[in-house]
């Protein structure tokens, strides 16, 4: 039994719970200046936030309108409860109801493992994002 839910919405809708989860995964965590954190493409994003059965937001992902999958993180607490794995699973659901014919997105390199996993296929070489090694992935449907 899943012992949290997820919510989709726009960015008005999400915010503060999304950036919530973002601010402490990628910001304090990861130690990501928070400037590099935001982007204007929040605004342009279906989002997605997990929350625990005390409604507390402990996970998040975007997907963009050019079938991007971003932003994706879990708390630390919350990893391992197969919470990500629903995320990701639906995000691509979205955007195969939408007509996207494949899904793609910057996977941190510790990270590649979960992807892959979920179908993703690695392309290219290692490159920097925010300090942290990253590679490329993609899926089609």
């Given at each position: 039994?899943?012992?949290y839910?997820?919510?989709f919405?726009?960015?008005?809708?999400?915010?503060?719970?999304?950036?919530?989860?973002r601010?402490?995964?990628?910001?304090?965590?990861?130690?990501?200046?928070?400037?590099?954190?935001?982007?204007?493409m929040?605004?342009?994003?279906?989002?997605?936030?997990?929350?625990?059965?005390?409604?507390?937001?402990?996970?998040?992902?975007?997907?963009?309108?050019?079938?991007?999958?971003?932003?994706?993180?879990?708390?630390?607490?919350?990893?391992?409860?197969?919470?990500?794995?629903?995320?990701?699973r639906?995000?691509?659901?979205?955007?195969?109801?939408?007509?996207?014919?494949?899904?793609?997105?910057?996977?941190?390199?510790?990270?590649?493992?979960?992807y892959?996993?979920?179908?993703?296929?690695?392309e290219?070489?290692?490159?920097?994002?925010?300090?942290?090694?990253?590679?490329?992935?993609?899926?089609n449907?």
């Amino acid at each position: 039994m899943k012992n949290y839910t997820i919510q989709f919405g726009d960015w008005t809708t999400l915010q503060a719970d999304a950036q919530s989860v973002r601010t402490a995964v990628f910001v304090v965590e990861q130690k990501i200046p928070a400037e590099l954190e935001w982007d204007v493409m929040d605004a342009q994003c279906l989002h997605a936030v997990a929350y625990d059965m005390n409604k507390n937001p402990i996970g998040t992902g975007r997907l963009l309108p050019d079938g991007h999958i971003g932003r994706m993180a879990v708390l630390e607490s919350a990893r391992g409860s197969g919470v990500g794995a629903e995320l990701l699973r639906l995000l691509m659901e979205h955007a195969r109801v939408r007509g996207e014919v494949a899904v793609q997105l910057n996977a941190q390199l510790t990270a590649e493992s979960f992807y892959s996993k979920a179908g993703f296929t690695r392309e290219g070489e290692l490159f920097d994002e925010a300090g942290i090694p990253h590679v490329h992935m993609t899926r089609n449907f």
